[in-house]
C-alpha cells in the first residue's frame, strides 16, 4: 500500500463517526448505524450500546461482525470512488470496573460528550471489536487487503 492511501485510511478511520456494524441474526447478515471509537493504534474499536438492541443481542450469541467505514460523501459524480474499509473481527463486552473500562469510557466520551447520559442507564455497556482483517478500498483500482498489523501501521500516519 502506498503511503497516500495509509493516510487515507487513518484519516477515515479518525474522522469518521460512524460505523456500519453487521452481526448475524437467524444465520443472516443484520447491518445496523453503530458510533464508534478507535484505539489510537486502531487495535480496537469501541461501540458503546444497549442490551435491548438486535446488534447486542446478536453478539451475545455470535462475537463474529464486522465493521464499515465510509469516508464521507462529498457529493461526486461516482459514489463508488469514496474510500471505505471494511474490517471482520471479534467481538467482546467490556464490563463497567475491569481493567481498562476508564480509559475506554474517557476515549468515548472525548468523541461523542453527549454520550455521557448513557452511561446513567443499565443497559449500555461497552463491546470492543478485535480486527482480524478485511478489505481496504482507497479508490478505484486501489484495493488492499488489510491485516491486524495493517491497522497498527497506518495509525501513525
Known sequence: MDAQSEKLLAHIIRTSRI???STLRDEAPQSSMVAFAAAGDFSAFY???SRLAQHTVDMQKNKHVSLLIVETDDG???PQTLARVSIRGSAEQI????PGYTPIKELYLARFPEAEQLFRLADFS???INPKGGRYVAGFAKAFNITPDT???VSVR
Open 47 to 49: 461501540i458503546h450500546v
Open 76 to 78: 461526486r459524480a461516482d
Open 19 to 21: 460505523a456500519s456494524l
Open 151 to 153: 491497522l497498527k501501521k
Open 126 to 128: 461497552f463491546w470492543r
Open 95 to 98: 464490563q463497567n470496573g475491569e
